[in-house]
């Protein structure tokens, strides 16, 4: 059965209250990744502008987390002094990296300093030194080492995402069996659909009617044939690769009734097996009940091991029922089980901003990943737009592309 809405938790986040404040520090980067929006143009901003966003996004976001991105956030000379500030406001700090960067020593430092934890981004089209031309499951070697290295510090928790393109989606399955083989370590997945716009086929006007060069953008290819991966196509493949998983939270479009824009679920299980995954439900009641604990929504588990209590949501979710029978009738076949770690683990599917043929973007519905540009809230990863044009553009098809005239 495919994907239908009616079986999964709208997630309530807004513009004004929102789990995720995205901090952008800096447009440096150690590595060069084939699907990154963001060029170098400024470098990196000052620590007082950063703290700056930081209280802009706690008075106006009412986030339960930052996300310290960029460029890449770990070369951002105030990373540690940035850490402990949005800790001290009594926010969750996280740092979106690749990892190139990241040593013990500089791990322990972000610890002590109050770091929640780190969202890696790990894939094979990131043009890593010494990894190109390796496949994605050749790659799990590094995610391992990035794993075990954030484990054996302890007390912080990690997700891995990776860029799925066309010519690795059929690798999807690769990541997520390693992914839960370390389901002790890894809390979390997260699979984002690569898009892009071609110069070939597509004019830009910046205002409305100025035409400028799209080349210009980080995002932007001369030409693009393949057929796009799409978040029911990834949903799909995990449900293939592991029938245990299901979704059980979702963002739509801003445009398109039928978009799935963000797709969230958790697997339920131990190191032996995967035993079932969360439902709706679960979901309604840990973003609600986070809200009314604490006044944010949730977006990271701050716990990957949270033990048989997943199973007490079983009388009212059908998901987490399935889940707790198949755990029960393991530990009648094999009594040790009882007294293994039960964990939970997320796993994500994003599906990137589509062109649409009026020359509209379909965005995500509720942008998490919203950041700050001149002090307004804009999407991410649209914003080189307003540095290049002042705003954003609109994209059309060309003239002969629309069977027109020249």
Known sequence: MGLDKRNLYRFPWSLNDNPIAWLEVTDICNIHCEGCYRQYMTGHKTLEQVKEEVLLFKRWRNPDNVSIAGGEPLIYPHIVDLVAFIAENGIKPIILTNGVALKPELLRELKQAGLAGFTMHVDSHQN??????????????LRQHYADMIHEVGGLYVVFNSTVYPSTFHEIP??????QANIDRVHGLVFITYRTTT????VALAGGEREVDLGKLSYVREDFSEKFITSPDVYDLLRQTCPEYDAAGYLGGTIQHDSFKWLAGAVIGSKQEIYGAIGKKTME?????????????????SEAKIGRKV?????WDKTV????GRWLREVARHPGRLFQP???QSVGIIQAPDLLPDGRVDMCDSCPDI?????????????????LYGGFLTVTEREAERGGSN
């Open 321 to 324: 029922r399935g889940a707790a």
């Open 285 to 301: 009641v840990a973003q609600a009940g986070h809200h009314f604990v604490r006044g944010t929504y949730l977006a990271y588990l």
């Open 311 to 315: 199973f007490l949501m079983s009388p």
């Open 128 to 141: 890593r030194p010494g990894w190109q031309g390796k496949s994605e499951a050749e790659h799990n070697e």
């Open 371 to 387: 950041t700050i540009y001149d002090g307004k809230f804009i999407n991410s990863c649209r914003m080189d737009e307003y540095r």
């Open 199 to 202: 110069t070939s086929d597509h």
């Open 342 to 344: 039960i964990y939970v």
């Open 174 to 179: 690769d990541v997520l069996r390693w992914g």
